[in-house]
């Protein structure tokens, strides 16, 4: 009776593991359909709207001083069109080997172009750092809310302190500001969606970003004291060496 009841127990959680990953399977081919609708339903305006920037750019004199609002569009334009591209990657499940400190310096540099700050940085890297897969344009996007929310915390002039190491078959990042720490009962809220403490925030980026790390099978951490600084640890699978 008790090896029957021990049989009856196994077979139970092996069909409730085998109930979480079809579910599990179900969510994310939702998750891949909305992905394809939204790279669909994102491109057509876009083409119209980078089209006609476009057209406007060749009509305008070299020495015009509204080219470079034009450019600043036209790059936002693309910019769009890149993540409406990687939309239909992430439908299909497209993965890539992907450099992380290249990516890094790259996400730090398009959060740059919304703070215009004098901040110093410090980068340090393992000289054995593994690459990881995934789909490089939504890691940066990302990364670049991570950046985005440190030049934030700083002010007008701080330290950003980001390092990369392999740790246990994963590449962990850790990215540090020297700015006023979280308190407590705000960091228990961050990667909630629309949770925010900037007046003219919307409480996605940090949502957005924890989301992206998840779905390449990675995690987001948050530590941080009120005047210490905070710091922010993201986590990927590290790819196997060939």
Avoid: C
Avoid at 38 to 56: A, C, D, F, T, Y
Avoid at 140 to 151: D, K, L, V, W
């Amino acid at each position: 009776m008790g090896r029957t009841n021990t049989e009856l127990a196994g077979a139970l959680k092996n069909l409730g593991e085998l109930q979480g990953t079809i579910a599990n399977n179900a969510k994310m081919a939702s998750i891949g359909t909305l992905y394809l609708d939204m790279s669909h339903q994102i491109k057509n305006p876009l083409v119209v709207m980078i089209g006609r920037l476009e057209s406007l750019e060749y009509h305008l004199e070299k020495d015009d001083p509204n080219r470079r609002y034009l450019d600043i569009a036209l790059e936002a334009g693309w910019r769009i069109q890149e993540l409406a591209d990687n939309f239909t990657a992430m439908g299909h499940k497209k993965w890539v080997e992907v450099d992380v400190p290249t990516l890094l310096s790259e996400a730090y540099g398009m959060a740059g172009l919304q703070n215009h700050k004098s901040l110093d940085t410090d980068w340090s890297y393992d000289d054995d750092l593994p690459k990881v897969s995934g789909n490089a344009v939504l890691l940066r996007e990302g990364f670049s809310s991570i950046f985005t929310n440190a030049m934030d915390a700083v002010g007008d002039k701080g330290l950003i302190r980001t390092t990369a190491s392999r740790i246990n078959g994963s590449v962990v990042v850790r990215i540090s500001d020297d700015g006023g720490g979280i308190p407590s009962e705000i960091a228990e809220h961050l990667f909630e969606p629309m949770h925010t403490t900037k007046e003219k925030g919307s409480g996605i980026g940090l949502f957005a970003a924890k989301h992206i790390l998840e779905m390449h099978k990675g995690s987001v951490e948050i530590e941080s004291k009120p005047d210490q600084g905070t710091s922010v640890i993201l986590t990927l699978p590290a790819m196997a060496a060939t």
